[in-house]
Protein backbone atom coordinates (compact mmCIF):
# COMPACT_ATOMS: atom_id res chain seq x y z
CA UNK A 1 0.00 0.00 0.00
CA UNK A 2 1.54 3.09 -0.93
CA UNK A 3 -1.19 5.88 0.87
CA UNK A 4 0.19 7.64 3.35
CA UNK A 5 4.29 6.36 2.92
CA UNK A 6 6.82 8.53 4.30
CA UNK A 7 10.63 8.07 3.38
CA UNK A 8 12.59 5.92 5.54
CA UNK A 9 14.40 8.94 7.37
CA UNK A 10 11.15 10.92 8.48
CA UNK A 11 9.78 8.06 9.89
CA UNK A 12 11.26 9.31 13.87
CA UNK A 13 9.32 12.54 13.60
CA UNK A 14 5.98 11.60 12.87
CA UNK A 15 3.67 10.75 16.35
CA UNK A 16 2.34 8.05 15.46
CA UNK A 17 0.28 7.87 19.19
CA UNK A 18 -3.55 7.63 18.90
CA UNK A 19 -6.28 9.70 19.70
CA UNK A 20 -8.77 9.34 22.78
CA UNK A 21 -12.48 7.74 21.78
CA UNK A 22 -15.25 10.40 22.48
CA UNK A 23 -17.80 10.58 24.19
CA UNK A 24 -19.88 9.42 21.25
CA UNK A 25 -17.60 6.03 20.98
CA UNK A 26 -17.67 5.53 24.98
CA UNK A 27 -21.54 5.55 25.07
CA UNK A 28 -21.94 3.00 22.03
CA UNK A 29 -19.79 0.68 23.50
CA UNK A 30 -21.31 0.48 26.91
CA UNK A 31 -24.78 0.21 25.19
CA UNK A 32 -23.58 -2.96 23.39
CA UNK A 33 -21.68 -4.73 26.49
CA UNK A 34 -22.80 -7.81 26.69
CA UNK A 35 -21.35 -10.56 28.99
CA UNK A 36 -20.12 -12.54 25.84
CA UNK A 37 -16.58 -11.44 25.00
CA UNK A 38 -16.15 -9.92 21.87
CA UNK A 39 -14.13 -11.51 18.72
CA UNK A 40 -10.67 -11.01 16.52
CA UNK A 41 -10.15 -11.37 13.45
CA UNK A 42 -6.64 -10.41 11.90
CA UNK A 43 -5.36 -10.77 8.74
CA UNK A 44 -3.32 -9.42 5.32
CA UNK A 45 -4.87 -7.87 2.26
CA UNK A 46 -3.40 -10.61 -0.56
CA UNK A 47 -2.89 -14.70 -0.05
CA UNK A 48 -1.13 -14.69 -3.69
CA UNK A 49 2.28 -13.73 -2.35
CA UNK A 50 4.99 -15.39 -4.28
CA UNK A 51 7.45 -14.32 -1.70
CA UNK A 52 5.61 -16.18 0.68
CA UNK A 53 6.77 -19.53 -0.38
CA UNK A 54 9.57 -20.55 2.06
CA UNK A 55 8.59 -18.61 4.08
CA UNK A 56 4.95 -19.23 5.79
CA UNK A 57 3.98 -21.35 2.20
CA UNK A 58 6.23 -24.61 1.55
CA UNK A 59 8.25 -24.73 -0.81
CA UNK A 60 7.21 -25.76 -4.68
CA UNK A 61 3.41 -24.42 -3.55
CA UNK A 62 1.78 -24.08 -6.73
CA UNK A 63 -0.09 -20.66 -6.71
CA UNK A 64 -3.98 -22.76 -7.01
CA UNK A 65 -3.19 -23.80 -3.65
CA UNK A 66 -2.05 -20.45 -1.59
CA UNK A 67 -5.35 -19.54 -0.44
CA UNK A 68 -5.60 -22.99 1.07
CA UNK A 69 -2.23 -22.52 2.47
CA UNK A 70 -3.06 -18.70 3.42
CA UNK A 71 -6.25 -20.18 5.62
CA UNK A 72 -4.01 -22.22 7.60
CA UNK A 73 -2.31 -19.00 9.50
CA UNK A 74 -4.96 -16.18 9.36
CA UNK A 75 -8.65 -15.95 9.70
CA UNK A 76 -9.44 -13.67 7.22
CA UNK A 77 -8.55 -11.78 4.59
CA UNK A 78 -9.04 -8.05 3.22
CA UNK A 79 -10.19 -8.59 -0.18
CA UNK A 80 -8.78 -6.46 -2.14
CA UNK A 81 -9.33 -8.03 -5.55
CA UNK A 82 -12.53 -7.50 -5.78
CA UNK A 83 -11.89 -3.85 -6.00
CA UNK A 84 -10.15 -4.67 -9.63
CA UNK A 85 -12.43 -6.84 -10.60
CA UNK A 86 -16.27 -8.65 -10.23
CA UNK A 87 -16.29 -12.19 -9.67
CA UNK A 88 -18.51 -14.39 -10.06
CA UNK A 89 -20.22 -16.17 -7.25
CA UNK A 90 -19.17 -19.69 -8.84
CA UNK A 91 -15.64 -18.44 -8.08
CA UNK A 92 -16.17 -16.93 -4.91
CA UNK A 93 -18.07 -20.07 -3.48
CA UNK A 94 -14.97 -22.19 -4.78
CA UNK A 95 -12.29 -19.66 -2.61
CA UNK A 96 -14.75 -20.36 0.26
CA UNK A 97 -13.93 -23.94 0.16
CA UNK A 98 -10.20 -23.65 0.30
CA UNK A 99 -10.32 -22.12 3.63
CA UNK A 100 -11.86 -23.72 7.17
CA UNK A 101 -15.01 -22.81 9.70
CA UNK A 102 -14.75 -19.71 11.00
CA UNK A 103 -12.67 -17.50 8.06
CA UNK A 104 -14.10 -14.43 6.84
CA UNK A 105 -13.20 -12.73 3.53
CA UNK A 106 -14.22 -9.00 3.67
CA UNK A 107 -14.42 -7.77 0.37
CA UNK A 108 -13.20 -4.34 -0.82
CA UNK A 109 -16.34 -2.59 -3.28
CA UNK A 110 -15.46 -2.70 -6.82
CA UNK A 111 -14.06 0.23 -8.06
CA UNK A 112 -15.71 1.21 -10.87
CA UNK A 113 -18.63 1.85 -8.22
CA UNK A 114 -16.01 4.01 -5.73
CA UNK A 115 -13.38 5.66 -7.88
CA UNK A 116 -15.01 5.92 -11.41
CA UNK A 117 -19.17 6.15 -10.93
CA UNK A 118 -18.62 7.78 -7.37
CA UNK A 119 -21.64 5.79 -6.33
CA UNK A 120 -24.02 7.60 -8.69
CA UNK A 121 -25.25 5.54 -11.35
CA UNK A 122 -24.14 2.32 -9.97
CA UNK A 123 -26.55 0.07 -9.38
CA UNK A 124 -26.21 -2.54 -12.06
CA UNK A 125 -22.24 -2.75 -10.76
CA UNK A 126 -23.32 -2.99 -6.97
CA UNK A 127 -25.90 -5.76 -8.20
CA UNK A 128 -23.27 -7.85 -10.11
CA UNK A 129 -20.62 -6.80 -6.78
CA UNK A 130 -23.16 -8.36 -4.95
CA UNK A 131 -24.28 -11.53 -6.52
CA UNK A 132 -20.52 -12.53 -6.54
CA UNK A 133 -19.76 -12.18 -3.13
CA UNK A 134 -22.49 -14.04 -2.41
CA UNK A 135 -20.94 -17.30 -3.22
CA UNK A 136 -18.93 -16.36 -0.08
CA UNK A 137 -21.96 -17.89 2.04
CA UNK A 138 -21.37 -17.58 5.72
CA UNK A 139 -17.60 -17.09 5.30
CA UNK A 140 -18.46 -13.27 4.03
CA UNK A 141 -17.30 -10.79 6.40
CA UNK A 142 -17.96 -7.02 6.11
CA UNK A 143 -17.41 -5.44 3.06
CA UNK A 144 -15.86 -1.92 3.09
CA UNK A 145 -16.42 1.04 0.91
CA UNK A 146 -13.12 2.54 -0.17
CA UNK A 147 -14.07 6.24 -1.59
CA UNK A 148 -11.03 8.45 -2.92
CA UNK A 149 -9.25 11.06 -1.71
CA UNK A 150 -11.07 13.79 -3.69
CA UNK A 151 -14.66 12.36 -2.37
CA UNK A 152 -15.55 15.28 -0.56
CA UNK A 153 -17.96 16.35 2.59
CA UNK A 154 -19.58 18.17 -0.58
CA UNK A 155 -20.86 14.71 -1.79
CA UNK A 156 -22.07 13.50 1.75
CA UNK A 157 -25.81 13.23 0.25
CA UNK A 158 -24.40 10.63 -2.59
CA UNK A 159 -22.66 8.63 0.21
CA UNK A 160 -25.51 8.23 2.26
CA UNK A 161 -28.03 7.84 -0.83
CA UNK A 162 -25.63 4.60 -1.83
CA UNK A 163 -25.70 3.35 1.42
CA UNK A 164 -29.10 3.35 2.25
CA UNK A 165 -29.89 1.39 -0.60
CA UNK A 166 -27.69 -1.78 0.18
CA UNK A 167 -29.26 -4.64 1.65
CA UNK A 168 -30.12 -4.02 5.29
CA UNK A 169 -28.74 -7.26 6.05
CA UNK A 170 -25.11 -6.30 4.54
CA UNK A 171 -22.44 -5.45 6.69
CA UNK A 172 -20.61 -2.64 5.69
CA UNK A 173 -17.54 0.03 6.90
CA UNK A 174 -16.50 3.09 5.40
CA UNK A 175 -13.02 4.05 4.28
CA UNK A 176 -12.60 8.05 3.45
CA UNK A 177 -9.91 10.02 2.57
CA UNK A 178 -10.29 13.27 2.81
CA UNK A 179 -8.86 15.57 5.45
CA UNK A 180 -12.86 17.20 5.83
CA UNK A 181 -14.46 14.55 7.19
CA UNK A 182 -12.07 14.25 10.17
CA UNK A 183 -12.46 17.42 11.01
CA UNK A 184 -15.70 19.96 10.32
CA UNK A 185 -17.83 16.91 9.15
CA UNK A 186 -16.89 14.62 11.63
CA UNK A 187 -19.83 14.27 14.14
CA UNK A 188 -22.27 14.59 11.19
CA UNK A 189 -20.52 11.37 9.48
CA UNK A 190 -20.82 9.34 12.91
CA UNK A 191 -24.06 10.07 13.37
CA UNK A 192 -25.39 9.03 10.25
CA UNK A 193 -23.11 6.01 10.17
CA UNK A 194 -24.05 5.05 13.49
CA UNK A 195 -27.99 5.52 13.04
CA UNK A 196 -28.04 3.40 9.95
CA UNK A 197 -25.50 0.63 11.51
CA UNK A 198 -22.31 1.23 9.36
CA UNK A 199 -18.71 0.99 10.36
CA UNK A 200 -16.35 3.65 10.21
CA UNK A 201 -12.61 2.28 8.64
CA UNK A 202 -9.71 3.42 10.54
CA UNK A 203 -6.41 3.77 8.18
CA UNK A 204 -3.34 3.88 10.48
CA UNK A 205 -0.46 5.21 8.07
CA UNK A 206 2.13 7.47 8.88
CA UNK A 207 1.87 10.08 6.22
CA UNK A 208 -2.19 10.49 7.07
CA UNK A 209 -2.31 10.87 10.69
CA UNK A 210 -5.62 12.73 10.41
CA UNK A 211 -6.84 9.26 9.37
CA UNK A 212 -5.70 7.56 12.38
CA UNK A 213 -8.90 7.87 14.28
CA UNK A 214 -10.44 5.71 17.07
CA UNK A 215 -14.36 6.38 16.68
CA UNK A 216 -16.65 3.68 16.82
CA UNK A 217 -20.52 4.22 15.55
CA UNK A 218 -21.11 0.64 16.21
CA UNK A 219 -19.63 -1.70 18.37
CA UNK A 220 -16.97 -3.11 15.51
CA UNK A 221 -13.87 -1.78 14.22
CA UNK A 222 -11.92 -2.47 11.22
CA UNK A 223 -8.47 -1.17 11.52
CA UNK A 224 -5.99 -0.88 8.25
CA UNK A 225 -2.77 -0.65 10.03
CA UNK A 226 0.02 0.17 7.59
CA UNK A 227 3.46 -0.54 8.92
CA UNK A 228 6.48 0.54 7.27
CA UNK A 229 8.56 -2.53 6.60
CA UNK A 230 9.64 -3.46 10.24
CA UNK A 231 10.98 0.04 11.30
CA UNK A 232 11.72 0.46 14.68
CA UNK A 233 8.66 2.67 14.76
CA UNK A 234 6.20 -0.11 14.39
CA UNK A 235 6.35 -1.53 17.44
CA UNK A 236 5.41 0.94 19.39
CA UNK A 237 2.72 1.72 16.45
CA UNK A 238 1.15 -2.45 17.21
CA UNK A 239 1.84 -2.15 21.52
CA UNK A 240 -0.61 0.67 21.38
CA UNK A 241 -3.62 -0.93 18.74
CA UNK A 242 -3.14 -3.90 21.16
CA UNK A 243 -3.63 -1.60 24.28
CA UNK A 244 -6.63 -0.14 22.30
CA UNK A 245 -8.14 -3.17 21.15
CA UNK A 246 -7.73 -4.53 24.69
CA UNK A 247 -10.03 -1.60 26.29
CA UNK A 248 -12.55 -2.30 23.89
CA UNK A 249 -13.06 -5.55 24.99
CA UNK A 250 -13.16 -4.98 28.13
CA UNK A 251 -15.81 -2.01 27.22
CA UNK A 252 -17.67 -4.02 25.36
CA UNK A 253 -17.00 -4.23 21.67
CA UNK A 254 -18.45 -6.93 19.44
CA UNK A 255 -15.95 -7.42 16.78
CA UNK A 256 -12.50 -6.16 15.87
CA UNK A 257 -10.80 -6.86 12.08
CA UNK A 258 -7.46 -6.18 12.28
CA UNK A 259 -5.25 -5.95 9.15
CA UNK A 260 -1.98 -5.54 8.42
CA UNK A 261 -0.27 -4.02 5.70
CA UNK A 262 3.29 -3.19 4.93
CA UNK A 263 4.60 -1.24 2.17
CA UNK A 264 6.18 -4.17 1.25
CA UNK A 265 4.11 -7.23 1.93
CA UNK A 266 7.03 -9.43 1.40
CA UNK A 267 7.50 -8.44 5.06
CA UNK A 268 3.94 -8.99 6.19
CA UNK A 269 3.92 -12.61 7.63
CA UNK A 270 6.85 -11.73 10.00
CA UNK A 271 5.21 -8.57 11.60
CA UNK A 272 2.19 -10.33 11.68
CA UNK A 273 3.53 -13.54 13.56
CA UNK A 274 4.81 -11.31 16.55
CA UNK A 275 1.45 -9.25 16.58
CA UNK A 276 -0.76 -12.12 16.67
CA UNK A 277 1.19 -13.31 19.63
CA UNK A 278 1.15 -10.04 21.52
CA UNK A 279 -3.02 -9.96 21.27
CA UNK A 280 -3.21 -13.53 22.33
CA UNK A 281 -0.86 -12.65 25.47
CA UNK A 282 -2.35 -9.29 26.15
CA UNK A 283 -6.16 -9.75 25.50
CA UNK A 284 -6.14 -13.28 26.17
CA UNK A 285 -7.84 -14.25 22.43
CA UNK A 286 -6.49 -17.88 20.79
CA UNK A 287 -6.17 -16.27 17.43
CA UNK A 288 -3.89 -18.57 14.41
CA UNK A 289 -0.29 -17.61 15.11
CA UNK A 290 1.32 -17.36 11.71
CA UNK A 291 4.24 -20.00 11.54
CA UNK A 292 7.24 -18.99 10.01
CA UNK A 293 8.73 -22.07 8.19
CA UNK A 294 12.68 -20.24 8.36
CA UNK A 295 12.77 -19.93 12.59
CA UNK A 296 15.46 -16.80 11.73
CA UNK A 297 13.02 -14.50 10.31
CA UNK A 298 10.51 -14.61 13.14
CA UNK A 299 10.91 -11.44 15.54
CA UNK A 300 10.42 -13.40 18.23
Known amino acids: MEFGKVE ?7 DHSLPESSAKTKAVLKAAKSKEKGTVHFGCAKWGRKEWVGLIYPEKTKEKDFLKEYGKHFNCIELNATFYQLYSSAKTEAWAKDVGDGFLFLPKFNQNITHFRRLKNAEDLTSSFLEGIHGFGKKLGPCF ?8 PKKFEDLQAYLLALPKDLEVFVELRHPDWFTEYKDKLFDFLSANNFGWVTTDTSGRRDCVHTELPIPKAFIRFVGNNIHPTDYPRIDAWIAQI ?3 LKAGIKEVYFMMHQHDESNTPIISELTVKKL ?5 LDLP ?8 TSLL
Open 8 to 14: QDLLNEV
Open 145 to 152: LQLPDNFA
Open 246 to 248: KSW
Open 280 to 284: NEECG
Open 289 to 296: VPKLMNRQ
